[in-house]
């Protein structure tokens, strides 16, 4: 298995897409996208992205340089077409306006239809809380990637439906106020500055599976059920005929938990952005989002709200653990330790990814 640097990753994904005649502009924004989620350990939304990339460049499906047009817009809130251009610089865009308006209006919104996929949603939100304000983004498949059955069904109803909400704290680290009878690990050589929940409303992102398959690996039991309802811990299966279909969040005893939330998310992302709620297996595939930026210095002074929550995160990291436990980690913190690691020690690439981007780079063009 390859290891990379994030700064290789990157110079290969701008190579492939100069070969493409992408706009630099974009072609930055694309990369980083992918190569953050690595550093992250969000492999599935990663650079094993870049042979779809490049596929749906090739079929027309991503149009390079499209306008992002305004078709609804006040003070608070945005609506936003993205003309089916590349997701990461459409999702950029939302939340970039997202913040502006709320610097204004202390609370803004922007709904996005017609736009491809955006990758990690928690990468955008992160945007939000840089600028000290919370963001909350939601996700749909724009009606299609019906991979997900509804609770008590067999068949693929909803797309994956991810969420994400970023939170911003001031100078705190993971043991800043850890007391001294807590199981946390001492991890202070940088400042951890946000809380990041990064989820999807299904038992786990659909390219997990493609991650798994690429590594010959069987899935964990309660991922998948196929045809019959039966467990299945082929990923093959997962792109057979009839397919597999995910479980919601929770899985075998908890799906209705996840359910519920996946409803939510397709009808944020889906039926108030004029994207559509999932639909069609057959429905064309990218990213209806709804975007919601909320300006903490409105509500109460920046230090104070950091604070409380500081002494939060340590009430919560003072718990005692249970055995084999060697830490109780907020939303986020996982992969803030993968990415100081993956600095470290170099960011693994699978041999069938590797082996896709290795064709895109010779392939003459």
């Not at 090739?58 to 089916?84: C, F, K, Y």
Request: glycine letters at 10%.
């Amino acid at each position: 298995m390859p290891i990379l640097t994030a700064e290789e990753l990157t110079e290969i994904c701008l190579n492939v897409f100069q070969k493409l005649n992408i706009p630099s502009a974009e072609a930055e924004i694309v990369t980083r996208s992918m190569v953050d989620a690595n550093r992250v350990g969000h492999d599935s939304h990663g650079v094993i992205h870049l042979p779809k990339y490049v596929h749906e460049l090739e079929a027309g499906l991503i149009q390079p340089g499209a306008p992002i047009e305004t078709l609804r817009e006040s003070a608070s809130i945005a609506v936003l077409d993205g003309n089916w251009g590349f997701g990461p610089v459409i999702a950029t865009r939302a939340v970039e306006l997202a913040i502006q308006k709320a610097r204004q209006t202390d609370i803004s919104s922007v709904a996005v239809s017609r736009c491809n996929e955006v990758g990690r949603l928690g990468g955008y939100a992160c945007l939000a809380a840089d600028a000290e304000m919370i963001g909350l983004l939601m996700a749909n498949d724009h009606g299609g990637g019906t991979c997900v059955a509804p609770h008590g069904g067999v068949e693929g109803r909803l797309s994956t439906n991810p969420m994400a909400c970023a939170v911003p704290l001031a100078k705190t680290s993971p043991t800043s106020h850890a007391e001294e009878h807590s199981c946390q690990t001492d991890m202070t050589e940088e400042p951890y500055k946000k809380i990041v929940l990064d989820m999807s409303t299904s038992v786990v992102a659909s390219g997990k599976i493609r991650v798994k398959q690429h590594r010959n690996e069987a899935l964990p039991d309660g991922w998948l059920i196929d045809a019959a309802g039966e467990s299945t811990t082929n990923p093959g299966d997962f792109y057979g005929v009839p397919p597999a279909a995910l479980l919601p969040f929770g899985g075998a005893v908890s799906a209705h938990k996840g359910f519920g939330l996946s409803v939510i998310v397709d009808i944020l992302a889906g039926a108030l952005t004029g994207a559509g709620c999932s639909q069609s297996a057959d429905a064309r595939v990218g990213n209806g989002l709804f975007v919601l930026v909320i300006n903490v210095a409105s509500f109460r002074g920046f230090p104070g709200f950091s604070a409380e929550i500081e002494h939060f995160i340590a009430y919560l990291k003072s718990a005692k653990c249970l055995a084999g436990v060697d830490a109780i980690r907020m939303p986020g913190e996982r992969g803030w330790e993968t990415q100081r690691r993956r600095e470290r020690e170099g960011i693994p690439i699978d041999a069938e990814t590797w082996a896709q981007i290795q064709a895109l780079l010779n392939d003459p063009r």
